[in-house]
């Protein structure tokens, strides 16, 4: 997809999965792509992949859960390439599997400070350094499970379902400035966050999940980074304040 040169794109969670098929993605639309990630070596391979792309990078180590740090990532983002007109706020978490009645308080919060604070510090901070830019938009990464139920994962689901209804309200604050906000609800995606909770290929959990799609399979990070990336193309002018599944006919069901 042409038509993003000379704009600049900020990525959380940029390092692996659907946050670095997204910087990919906006690579070959013509914008410059800022990385952030916790995962310094997963960042730089990022970048790499961008400029065999024939983009430009620059990573920028940051926390989404850290406000400063997430102000940082911004501020150096605009110094690089001076501007700032997307914002993909995709870095999360799945956090334990407990019931609600069991979850950890802790690791209630550790789940909220990057899915759902780290979406509002991309929010916070990017959106003024979007406006001093002329506009853009924002495009912030959900789940299915921010849109339907799922057993032992609380504060996932409630997480997810947070960034859907901050999506509509700043979406409906920022349509006459030039701001287009969406939030997007992938089914389950072949990623290494996956890989993390044990759902391999192969796997029986694997056959079960894929099994949950209409298409009975999982889906591909290139595959919801193709919506990203048009979420934030001129095509997609009437489109804000939605919250968008990508998702193999999961929650259709
Ligand atoms: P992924 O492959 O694990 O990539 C996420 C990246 O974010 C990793 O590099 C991770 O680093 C990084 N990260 C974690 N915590 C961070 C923090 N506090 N600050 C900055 N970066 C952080 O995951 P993915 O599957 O691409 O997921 C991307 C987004 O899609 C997430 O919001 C996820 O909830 C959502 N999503 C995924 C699926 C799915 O099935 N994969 C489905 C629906 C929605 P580490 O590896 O070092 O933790």
């Given at each position: 997809m042409a038509g993003f040169k000379g704009m600049v794109a900020l990525i959380t969670?940029?390092?692996?999965?659907i946050g670095r098929e997204t910087a990919i993605g906006f690579a070959r639309g013509g914008a410059s792509v800022v990385v952030c990630d916790v995962d310094e070596a997963g960042g730089a391979q990022t970048v790499t992949l961008v400029e065999e792309a024939g983009g430009a990078a620059l990573f920028v180590r940051t926390d989404v859960g850290e406000a400063d740090q997430v102000e940082a990532a911004v501020t150096a983002g605009v110094q690089a390439f001076?501007?700032?007109n997307f914002v993909v706020n995709n870095a999360g978490i799945g956090g334990e599997s407990a019931l609600t009645g069991a979850y950890s308080v802790e690791g209630w919060h550790t789940v909220m400070g990057v899915n759902l604070h780290g979406v509002f510090y991309g929010m916070r901070y990017g959106i003024p350094a979007i406006l001093a830019s002329g506009g853009g938009a924002i495009v912030n990464i959900s789940s299915i499970l921010g849109l339907v139920g799922w057993a032992a994962a609380p504060a996932y689901v409630a997480s997810k379902h947070a960034v859907a209804g901050l999506t509509k309200a700043a979406a409906i604050e920022y349509a006459q400035q030039g701001i287009r906000v969406n939030s997007v609800h992938p089914g389950f995606i072949d990623t290494p966050l996956l890989e993390k909770a044990?759902?391999?290929?192969?796997s029986d959990g694997y056959a079960f999940i894929a099994g949950k799609h209409a298409l009975n399979r999982l889906g591909t990070p290139q595959e919801v980074a193709n919506l990203v990336v048009w979420l934030c193309s001129d095509e997609a002018s009437f489109v804000t304040g939605s919250n968008m599944t990508v998702d193999g006919g999961y929650t259709c069901q």
């Amino acid at each position: 997809m042409a038509g993003f040169k000379g704009m600049v794109a900020l990525i959380t969670g940029g390092g692996s999965g659907i946050g670095r098929e997204t910087a990919i993605g906006f690579a070959r639309g013509g914008a410059s792509v800022v990385v952030c990630d916790v995962d310094e070596a997963g960042g730089a391979q990022t970048v790499t992949l961008v400029e065999e792309a024939g983009g430009a990078a620059l990573f920028v180590r940051t926390d989404v859960g850290e406000a400063d740090q997430v102000e940082a990532a911004v501020t150096a983002g605009v110094q690089a390439f001076g501007s700032l007109n997307f914002v993909v706020n995709n870095a999360g978490i799945g956090g334990e599997s407990a019931l609600t009645g069991a979850y950890s308080v802790e690791g209630w919060h550790t789940v909220m400070g990057v899915n759902l604070h780290g979406v509002f510090y991309g929010m916070r901070y990017g959106i003024p350094a979007i406006l001093a830019s002329g506009g853009g938009a924002i495009v912030n990464i959900s789940s299915i499970l921010g849109l339907v139920g799922w057993a032992a994962a609380p504060a996932y689901v409630a997480s997810k379902h947070a960034v859907a209804g901050l999506t509509k309200a700043a979406a409906i604050e920022y349509a006459q400035q030039g701001i287009r906000v969406n939030s997007v609800h992938p089914g389950f995606i072949d990623t290494p966050l996956l890989e993390k909770a044990g759902i391999t290929p192969g796997s029986d959990g694997y056959a079960f999940i894929a099994g949950k799609h209409a298409l009975n399979r999982l889906g591909t990070p290139q595959e919801v980074a193709n919506l990203v990336v048009w979420l934030c193309s001129d095509e997609a002018s009437f489109v804000t304040g939605s919250n968008m599944t990508v998702d193999g006919g999961y929650t259709c069901q």
